[in-house]
């Protein structure tokens, strides 16, 4: 797969495609078992915490990780199947209000993780170089099948890292 250009996706997703290196399909592909490994690692009884008031906890971020994946890798099947209709984007804080993730356990969200990002990779792998280079309008703002991919690892290594250094630095 070649390199991501700028000009690919909208400068706001730099975020999260910033904390891809390498090769992004390989970075996906780790992600199957480095992140419930991270989850694992949380100590009991603090999938809960939210660091600051009308924050989410780490359950509703782990389930916010697994909702924009899917959305992301829907987005990246229609344009990679040529679908030119834009898509709407959608408002993450009525995702998580409406999905109940607190009522349930990190093991069963790290379990879904790990099927969503299998049965993405299985499609992500048939995407050829001209699939990969469509591009479709999401949210208003022109975006390449292949910048999904980065967006799907990026965003997750963008809430890892936040549930490091805020909720688990700060819990005593």
């Known amino acids: 797969m070649s390199q991501l250009k700028s000009d690919e996706f909208p400068a706001f997703y730099a975020t999260y495609i910033d904390t891809v ?8 592909n780790e992600q199957i078992t ?37 959305i992301m890798a829907y987005r990246a099947l229609r344009f990679a199947r040529n679908d030119t ?8 804080e ?3 209000l409406n999905a109940r993730f607190n009522e349930r356990s990190l093991a069963s969200l790290a379990e879904e993780f790990v099927l969503l ?6 499609l992500f792998n048939t995407f050829n170089e001209t699939e ?19 967006i799907v690892a ?5 809430h890892k890292n936040i549930i490091k250094e805020r909720y688990l630095d700060t819990m005593v």
């Open 34 to 70: 480095s992140f419930p490994a991270f989850l694992e690692a949380i100590p009991a009884g603090r999938s809960e915490y939210a660091y600051a008031e009308g924050k989410w906890t780490i359950k509703e971020v782990v389930g916010h990780v697994l909702d924009t994946e899917r």
């Open 85 to 92: 209709k834009a898509l709407p984007g959608f408002e993450q």
């Open 132 to 150: 990969l280079n469509r591009r479709g309008l999401a949210s208003d703002r022109l975006i390449s099948v292949r910048a999904f991919l980065y």
């Open 117 to 122: 990002r299998k049965s993405n990779m299985a």
């Open 21 to 28: 290196f390498g090769d992004v399909m390989h970075v996906l």
């Open 94 to 96: 009525d995702f998580v």
């Open 154 to 158: 990026g965003h997750l290594n963008h």
